[in-house]
């Protein structure tokens, strides 16, 4: 078993996709898990999944990780802090000033709270979604705060660091407004394409590739946490949805009329832009490396992806991402495999002659 920087118990408040995920990380390495919720059901869920066991009177916690809905967070919060007071409490909602400032309002003891957000999760919600790995490789955010100290915060430097996580320090204003721009502003124009559906022609949704389920994937989310989530952060939510209903204005603007003079170049320039702003996005891990796409046929029969995937590993390449388009009537669907350039070649030619067909 490997080795954790935590001794715990850790205790989890909320058993529901992110939760669990944390439990049943933590119980990977060993460590005692306690786990609450208001439903007893979720509870009995996450214990049957070997996340950990159910709570008792007689816990002494040495981390509370809070995963509750961002309306009662900063409440449940103030309650762990009163209830176990040698513990650290943090908690994974996906806003952290208004948290703090409510308990701060409320007089609680904010020199053991610290907020933190992993930019992790999964379209579907709940305890039997939860995964052990959820959270390798992702951001995960402890949003700093002068009450603390850096020794009390470091339980939850090494909570992150067992998961597998990348740590990244921000203030909670900066927090809010970075996700207000990677997360909650796309849940929302997401959404707002995918309403175009609803009166859709049939024979045109069965068009749909895979540039349109990658813009509306997250427009399958939960309605009541997202009215919770870009209530809590409206401000910044607000400011750059202004901004991109400015940058919609344009191409309206020159698509009214297409052939007037400088129409062609306002769309190219705009479009440019994008690129421009796509490519500052980080790879794996936050590095900033590119990758080289390999496209590998395969064909519509049980076992051929995992296949791949277990030949890739044989060959012994990384896989840095993987995307798959495949349109319903096709015998065959296209993987998009991405590795880094210097690997993109040998991965092709083995490839080739193990049989697999390689697209372009």
């Given at each position: 078993?490997?080795?954790?920087?935590?001794?715990?118990?850790?205790?989890?408040?909320?058993?529901?996709?992110?939760?669990?995920?944390?439990?049943?990380?933590?119980?990977?390495?060993?460590?005692?898990?306690?786990?609450?919720?208001?439903?007893?059901?979720?509870?009995?869920?996450?214990?049957?999944?070997?996340?950990?066991?159910?709570a008792t009177a007689g816990d002494a916690p040495q981390l509370v990780v809070v995963a509750v809905p961002p309306d009662v967070t900063a409440r449940v919060v103030a309650a762990e802090l009163e209830a176990y007071p040698d513990a650290i409490v943090t908690d994974v909602a996906s806003v952290k000033a208004g948290i703090l400032a409510e308990?701060?309002?409320?007089?609680?003891?904010?020199?053991?709270?610290?907020?933190?957000?992993?930019?992790?999760?999964?379209?579907?919600?709940?305890?039997?979604?939860?995964?052990?790995?959820?959270?390798?490789?992702?951001?995960?955010?402890?949003?700093?705060?002068?009450?603390?100290?850096?020794q009390r915060a470091g339980a939850i430097d090494d909570l992150i660091l067992d998961l597998g996580a990348t740590l990244v320090e921000m203030t909670p204003e900066e927090h809010d407004r970075g996700v207000a721009l990677i997360s909650h502003v796309p849940q929302v124009v997401s959404s707002v394409m995918a309403r175009r559906f609803i009166?859709?022609?049939?024979?045109?949704?069965?068009?749909?590739?895979?540039?349109?389920?990658?813009?509306?994937?997250?427009?399958?989310?939960?309605?009541?946490?997202?009215?919770?989530?870009?209530?809590?952060?409206?401000?910044?939510?607000?400011?750059?949805?202004?901004?991109?209903?400015?940058?919609?204005?344009?191409?309206?603007?020159?698509?009214?009329?297409?052939?007037?003079?400088?129409?062609?170049?306002?769309?190219?320039?705009?479009?440019?832009?994008?690129?421009?702003?796509?490519?500052?996005?980080?790879?794996?891990?936050?590095?900033?490396?590119?990758?080289?796409?390999?496209?590998?046929?395969?064909?519509?029969?049980?076992?051929?992806?995992?296949?791949?995937?277990?030949?890739?590993?044989?060959?012994?390449?990384?896989?840095?991402?993987?995307?798959?388009?495949?349109?319903?009537?096709?015998?065959?669907?296209?993987?998009?495999?991405?590795?880094?350039?210097?690997?993109?070649?040998?991965?092709?030619?083995?490839?080739?002659?193990?049989?697999?067909?390689?697209?372009?």
């Amino acid at each position: 078993m490997v080795e954790s920087r935590l001794t715990g118990p850790v205790r989890i408040v909320g058993a529901g996709l992110l939760g669990t995920s944390v439990a049943l990380g933590l119980r990977s390495r060993g460590i005692e898990v306690i786990l609450d919720d208001a439903s007893p059901t979720h509870v009995a869920i996450a214990a049957d999944l070997g996340a950990g066991r159910p709570a008792t009177a007689g816990d002494a916690p040495q981390l509370v990780v809070v995963a509750v809905p961002p309306d009662v967070t900063a409440r449940v919060v103030a309650a762990e802090l009163e209830a176990y007071p040698d513990a650290i409490v943090t908690d994974v909602a996906s806003v952290k000033a208004g948290i703090l400032a409510e308990l701060v309002e409320q007089g609680a003891d904010v020199a053991r709270y610290i907020g933190s957000h992993p930019l992790a999760g999964r379209e579907r919600g709940g305890p039997l979604s939860a995964r052990a790995d959820l959270f390798v490789g992702r951001p995960w955010v402890v949003a700093a705060h002068d009450a603390i100290s850096y020794q009390r915060a470091g339980a939850i430097d090494d909570l992150i660091l067992d998961l597998g996580a990348t740590l990244v320090e921000m203030t909670p204003e900066e927090h809010d407004r970075g996700v207000a721009l990677i997360s909650h502003v796309p849940q929302v124009v997401s959404s707002v394409m995918a309403r175009r559906f609803i009166d859709a022609p049939h024979a045109a949704l069965g068009l749909a590739g895979q540039g349109v389920r990658d813009v509306t994937r997250i427009a399958a989310s939960d309605p009541d946490l997202w009215v919770q989530i870009l209530g809590a952060n409206a401000e910044p939510v607000h400011d750059i949805l202004v901004a991109v209903r400015d940058d919609l204005d344009r191409f309206i603007e020159a698509l009214e009329a297409p052939q007037a003079p400088g129409a062609r170049r306002r769309v190219a320039e705009e479009l440019a832009a994008g690129n421009t702003g796509v490519s500052r996005l980080p790879g794996k891990h936050g590095t900033d490396k590119r990758f080289t796409t390999v496209i590998v046929m395969v064909d519509d029969r049980a076992g051929e992806l995992a296949r791949l995937l277990a030949e890739i590993g044989e060959i012994g390449v990384n896989l840095e991402d993987l995307r798959l388009e495949h349109s319903p009537g096709r015998q065959v669907g296209l993987a998009e495999v991405q590795v880094v350039p210097e690997a993109a070649e040998r991965l092709s030619e083995e490839l080739a002659a193990r049989g697999w067909r390689i697209a372009g």
